[in-house]
């Protein structure tokens, strides 16, 4: 009787648990065939053709941003292209899959994603957070902070899953599938960009007042007045240095890593023959290193210098 009982109270959890796994994928299945129809429908275009008829392969053909949606309003641009949509993938992933853990109850030996998600939480909060803020900015910001890590992150991940997504259709008129991030697209990291910009800046001068906040360039003590100018001129060039710095560094390093793996996917391809094949190696080198290290440890980066400029912005020593 004990056994029986024992097993008819288990039941109700293994079920609840298989449930939940199949909404789980099914959920990523209705997401990727979703994107397909999608793309195909909105995200082709014909091939590049040279005078022979045969299709010109060009690397930078990947990162073209074609109108999938067009809602020019005039005074601002809104429309959907490959970028935005998979901005709006990223951010889907994300309150997805937030939801789903909350919804799903916190367990006190955490399983499966919640493992995942308080895996992230914790790393944003010991190692970004706590490294660059304190006190109130800690509790006010840790949430900005943990959220551009995260979305950051995200981003840089999927751009490594091959999607149809291509500037091409080979098949049925669904795209070929195509790595791209949208933090590849120096749009995107300069809008990033310029909110860390702008929250640090509101927060120095809230903290210090507008004057106060422009005192803080200059240099405290006994120095010549030319000197103490010339580190003006240089405290506001670094201002500005900082948006630049934030942007470009995530938009190059993913740039350049889907530009490596392209052209050595691409060389291979190509030559048609044997001899491609040592191409496909350093291609395969190429994913793995940007994959596993330069997508994780961009968003780290990125999420840090945020917290970092909020910190600086605020601090009453310079």
Known sequence: ????????????????????????????????????????????????????????????????????????????????????????????????????????????????????????????????????????????????IGTMFLFVLVNNMIGFVPLPSGPHASLWGVPDLALYAATANINVTVGLALISFLVFNYEGIKEHGVFGYVKTFIPSGKMHPFMKAMIFGIEMLSIILRLVSL????????????????MAT??????????????IPFGLFFYLFEWVLIAGLQAFIFAMLSGLYIGFATSHAH
């Open 247 to 262: 942007a470009v560094r995530l938009f190059a390093n993913l740039l350049a890593g889907h530009l490596l793996i392209i």
């Open 1 to 144: 009787m004990t056994d029986a009982t024992a097993t008819l109270a288990e039941s109700p959890v293994e079920l609840k648990k298989s449930g939940t796994f199949k909404k789980v994928a099914w959920g990523f299945v209705g997401l990727l065939v979703g994107w397909t129809i999608l793309a195909a429908f909105l995200g082709h275009n014909e091939p590049l053709k040279d005078a022979a008829g045969e299709v010109v392969f060009k690397p930078q053909d990947e990162f073209g941003l074609k109108t999938w949606v067009n809602l020019d309003l005039g005074w601002i641009d809104m429309s959907i292209n490959k970028a935005v949509a998979y901005l709006m993938l990223s951010s889907l992933i994300c309150i997805l899959v937030g939801i789903f853990v909350v919804r799903g109850g916190l367990k006190i030996r955490p399983t499966g994603a919640q493992n995942v998600v308080e895996l992230l939480y914790d790393f944003a909060d010991k190692q970004i957070a706590k490294q660059t803020l304190s006190g109130t900015m800690l509790r006010k910001y840790y949430p900005f």
């Open 266 to 279: 691409g060389f291979s391809l190509l030559l048609a023959s044997y001899v491609g094949a040592v191409a």
